[in-house]
């Protein structure tokens, strides 16, 4: 049922709880019996969504190489839980009343970009605020158009590692 909410409130959060319980082939009444109001599901579903990315920036410390490895692991995994990726972020303003939300650390992404400007990775020239909105736009992109499900989400993350690092690498020239 909580796929299914993700499913569906990523792509219109006013969706009644009768569009849910279509979407995960269970009555009302069984939804209900789980979530009794709709804040239940929509807590339940922030606190995975949280989680997912949580466990997504954990892997990414301790899997990664160098800052723009770190970069490049995490905009790849982001695709591939794009709905959690919309749901949290389309509008985080929807939830700055929820005793749940945990606004996203943008000091350590952007201490990450500041490092791979540093390793000469990405452009010293850029401030790492731009980075940081370029960053953020192409997985917003990707994370919408991975939802479309008709390209394939390796295609959609290459694209979009492709355009970042494209658009905010050194040149060559400078």
């Keep these: 049922m909580m796929h299914a909410a993700l499913r569906v409130w990523a792509r219109d959060f006013s969706a009644a709880l009768g569009d849910i319980a279509e979407r995960a082939?269970?009555?009302?009444?069984?939804?209900?019996?789980?979530f009794p109001e709709r804040q239940d599901l929509v807590d339940a579903v922030l606190l995975d969504s949280?989680?997912?990315?949580?466990?997504i920036a954990?892997?990414?410390?301790?899997?990664?190489?160098?800052?723009?490895?770190?970069?490049?692991?995490?905009?790849r995994s982001f695709v591939e839980v794009a709905d959690s990726v919309?749901?949290?972020?389309?509008?985080p303003g929807r939830f700055a009343n929820n005793p749940h939300w945990a606004d996203t650390n943008d000091a350590s992404l952007r201490a990450l970009i500041a490092a791979a400007q540093a390793d000469g990775s990405l452009d010293p020239d850029l401030?790492?605020?731009?980075?940081?909105?370029?960053?953020n736009a192409h997985?917003?992109?990707a994370a919408t158009t991975a939802q479309q499900a008709d390209v394939p989400k390796h295609?959609?993350?290459?694209?979009?590692?492709?355009t970042f690092l494209g658009g905010v690498a050194p040149r060559p020239d400078a």
Excluded: C, M
């Design 25 to 34: 082939e269970v009555s009302r009444s069984t939804l209900h019996r789980y």
């Design 86 to 91: 919309v749901f949290l972020f389309t509008d």
């Design 139 to 141: 997985l917003y992109v």
């Design 155 to 162: 295609v959609i993350a290459d694209n979009a590692i492709r």
């Design 50 to 55: 949280l989680q997912t990315i949580d466990t």
């Design 58 to 75: 954990r892997a990414a410390n301790d899997g990664t190489r160098s800052p723009l490895d770190h970069l490049i692991y995490l905009l």
């Design 127 to 135: 401030p790492t605020e731009w980075i940081d909105g370029i960053f």
